[in-house]
């Protein structure tokens, strides 16, 4: 399995004793808007500079001002329909705190690079969201398999050249 929607409902689907859909219909409905926000308005904005930021290419200044503009718009509409108390759906760990985790990362780096924004400062509890999510074991485990993996693939390419 590839796609992030899949795997997070296969997840639900396999361990359904740790929810990540919790909630009545309606709950759920505002777990996966959030989830899609962080997708559709975050990550896939923030990958139209992917090539910029982390590769040295260059990007054309329209994709630039679309991409601010959209990480900008994206941020301020997960802002408005986020609890951040302390998770982004409320007082629990849902498929939408693990989609922004790995989501709002990367954009945060392209907003940053790129124009100089602090975009988890432009949503109120983003931060704080953030650090408490960087301090759970499972994502410091997820972190050091990432530096890992990024090494190898590195050595991987360099083999190819």
């Not at 997070?8 to 859909?21: G, N």
């Not at 392209?110 to 432009?122: I, R, T, Y």
């Amino acid at each position: 399995m590839t796609e992030t929607n899949v795997i997070l409902e296969y997840i639900e689907d396999t361990y359904s004793d740790i929810p990540l859909y919790p909630g009545n219909t309606f709950e759920k409905a505002k777990i996966r808007e959030l989830v899609k926000m962080a997708e559709l308005y975050l990550e896939l904005p923030a990958r139209w500079s992917h090539s910029e930021v982390f590769f040295g290419q260059t990007v054309n200044e329209l994709t630039k001002k679309e991409t601010k503009r959209a990480l900008c718009k994206g941020i301020e509409g997960v802002a408005r329909c986020a609890q951040f108390s302390p998770y982004l759906a409320g007082e629990q760990l849902t498929a939408a705190d693990i989609v922004f985790l790995y989501s709002v990362d990367l954009a945060s780096v392209v907003a940053d690079k790129s124009f100089g924004l602090d975009l988890l400062g432009m949503a109120p509890g983003a931060k704080q969201l953030m650090t408490l999510l960087n301090q759970r074991e499972d994502v410091m485990k997820i972190a050091e398999d990432r530096k890992i993996g990024n090494i190898n693939f590195k050595k991987y390419m360099a083999s190819l050249t």
